[in-house]
């Protein structure tokens, strides 16, 4: 199994900030099949990033995503109101089971 | 535009059994791989099982083999998840998910409670 270990754990951070979540693979993860998801309270999860880099539809270009290997990150360049949310990494590659990290909470400092 | 609509999510008793379905409509069902994802209230995202198009081939997460089992109905654009000898700590949010290469698609989940 995949274990994907985000960090920080929370970061707190006021609107304008900078954000840079960090995710990490236990075992080497094809690039294609990388994602970050957005998830607020009562909300499906929101697709941010697939393949580690590509934006996916209507995904403002402050949101970006990096990496390859075992190293990824979601950069937000500069955080507004919304985006104070649970953060999370996935694989999806043909190793099963497919997995998440743990989240990485945003939240207003 | 893809739609995908849970329903099936209830209050049941430890032991007990529940089906979830999800309709999908907005593109060629049969085409895709399908996934249901759960989250447990306050933790993260964890992945419960897939079938490929077809339903030939199925996976479970080891906390579910053996008591959930998913399955589609391709005539009818609905996905599945038998689930059985329910336990405490089968209660989340359960969504289902289209594997579209690189881009998954989510309903809006449905809650399965699970307590005496």
């Known amino acids: 199994e995949i274990v994907l270990t985000q960090s920080p754990g929370t970061l707190s951070l006021s609107p304008g900030e900078r954000a840079t979540l960090s995710c990490r693979a236990s075992q080497e993860v094809a690039r294609s099949y990388f994602a970050w998801y957005q998830l607020k309270p009562g909300q499906a999860p929101r697709l941010l990033i697939y393949s580690a880099s590509s934006r996916a539809t209507g995904i403002p270009d402050r949101f970006s995503g990096s990496g390859s290997g075992t190293d990824f990150t979601l950069t937000i360049s500069r955080l507004e109101p919304e985006d104070f949310a649970v953060y999370y990494c996935h694989q999806y590659g043909n190793s099963l089971p497919i997995t998440f990290g743990q989240g990485t909470r945003v939240e207003i400092k | 535009e893809v739609q995908l609509v849970e329903s099936g999510g209830d209050l049941v008793q430890p032991g007990g059994s529940l089906r979830l379905s999800c309709a999908a409509s907005g593109f060629t069902f049969s085409d895709y791989w399908m996934h249901w994802v759960r989250q447990v209230p306050e933790k993260g995202l964890v992945w419960v099982s897939r079938?490929?198009?077809?339903?030939?081939?199925?996976f479970y997460a080891d906390s579910v083999k053996g008591r959930f089992t998913i399955s589609r109905d391709d005539a009818k654009n609905t996905l599945y998840l038998e689930m059985n000898s329910l336990r405490v700590e089968d209660t989340a949010v359960y969504y289902c998910?289209?594997?579209?290469?690189?881009?998954?698609?989510w309903g809006q989940g449905t809650l399965v409670t699970v307590s005496s």
């Open positions: 998910a289209r594997e579209n290469w690189q881009v998954w698609d």
């Open positions: 079938i490929n198009d077809g339903g030939s081939d199925t």
